[in-house]
């Protein structure tokens, strides 16, 4: 089972790391701009670097717990700025950007997870000790 929690770290963290191929391009930035964003060429290489070192942090589970915040940390301006289907009125865009807003948000609550119970087994978390002690009801 312990295997499952590696497999399942490493598929949610892919996602973030896949950031790496297309947000460093001033094409993103542009895009960024275009929905809002303030200060775009700035925030958006920010906002790349805080997922691939979530990412990383989660996939090898190390401080995994601040990794998961970072991904947070990305996740709600991205969410709010890059998939505010409320404002679309093309019908098709509008769901194809709520599919995304709800996507977000489900990948927010599953770093929230991370970031309570960590990294589990198999992690370089879990090797010096830094695992959440106990998952008993009250504690915080």
């Known amino acids: 089972m312990k295997w499952l ?3 399942g770290r490493i598929l949610f963290a892919l996602l973030f790391l896949m950031t790496f191929t297309h947000i ?3 094409s993103t930035a542009e895009q960024a701009a275009s929905h809002g964003v303030p200060m775009a060429s700035v925030l958006v290489p ?3 670097i805080l997922a691939i070192a979530g990412g990383i942090s989660i996939i090898v589970g190390f401080k995994a717990r601040l ?3 970072l991904i947070i940390l990305f996740l709600i301006p991205v969410t709010l ?3 505010n289907f409320w404002t679309i009125s093309d019908p098709m865009m509008r769901m194809t950007q709520q599919v995304n807003f709800m996507k977000n948000i489900s990948l927010t609550g599953a ?4 970031s309570y119970f960590g990294a589990g087994p198999l992690s370089i978390d ?3 000790g830094t695992l959440r002690p106990s998952t008993r009801a ?3």
């Open 5 to 7: 929690v590696l497999l």
């Open 24 to 26: 460093f391009k001033s």
């Open 46 to 48: 920010i906002a790349g």
């Open 67 to 69: 990794g998961a915040l």
């Open 81 to 83: 700025f890059m998939h």
């Open 111 to 114: 770093a929230l997870v991370i």
């Open 126 to 128: 879990s090797r010096f």
């Open 138 to 140: 009250g504690d915080a």
